[in-house]
C-alpha cells in the first residue's frame, strides 16, 4: 500500500483542519487504515482509525481526540480517508501520519501493527 498525505498547516487553536491520505494498492487483506502523529523526543503515538470489515467500517480514536476528530472515508473514492480536526489544541501540535495495516482488532492502537506509513505532514496548533 502506498500512502501520500497531505493537509497540514497551522492554524490558532479552536480551529479546524482536514488531513487527506491518498491510499494506493489497499485490497482486501488491509485491515486497518488510519493516522498517528508524533513529536520530537516522543513515541509516535495513535490518534484514529478505520477498521475494515467487507463494505463496513469502524472508527476507533484516541482518548485524546474523542468527540474533535472525526475520521471518514470516500464511499465514492473508496482509496481516500479524511481525518477531520475540529477544537484544535496546542498539545495537537504533531506530524501526523496515515498508516495501513494488518492488525487483530485488540491491536488497531499499535503502530507496530501497521506496515505501510505515508510521509507525514506537519500541524502546528498556537494559542
Known amino acids: 500500500v502506498q500512502l501520500q498525505a497531505s493537509g497540514g498547516g497551522s492554524v490558532q487553536a479552536g480551529a479546524s483542519l482536514r488531513l487527506s491520505c491518498a491510499a494506493a494498492?489497499?485490497?482486501?487483506?488491509?485491515?486497518?487504515v488510519g493516522w498517528f502523529r508524533q513529536v520530537p523526543g516522543k513515541e509516535r503515538e495513535f490518534v484514529a482509525a478505520?477498521?475494515?470489515?467487507?463494505?463496513?467500517?469502524?472508527?476507533?480514536y484516541a482518548d485524546s481526540v474523542k468527540g474533535r476528530f472525526i475520521l471518514s472515508r470516500d464511499n465514492n473514492a473508496m482509496n481516500m480517508l479524511y481525518l477531520q480536526m475540529n477544537s484544535l489544541k496546542p498539545e495537537d501540535t504533531a506530524v501526523y501520519y496515515c498508516?495501513?495495516?494488518?492488525?487483530?482488532?485488540?491491536?488497531?492502537?499499535?503502530?507496530?501493527?501497521?506496515?505501510?506509513w505515508g510521509q507525514g505532514t506537519q500541524v502546528t496548533v498556537s494559542s
Open positions: 498508516a495501513a495495516g494488518r492488525p487483530i482488532l485488540s491491536q488497531i492502537m499499535a503502530q507496530s501493527s501497521y506496515n505501510s
Open positions: 494498492g489497499i485490497t482486501r487483506s488491509t485491515r486497518a
Open positions: 478505520l477498521w475494515l470489515s467487507g463494505s463496513n467500517s469502524y472508527p476507533y
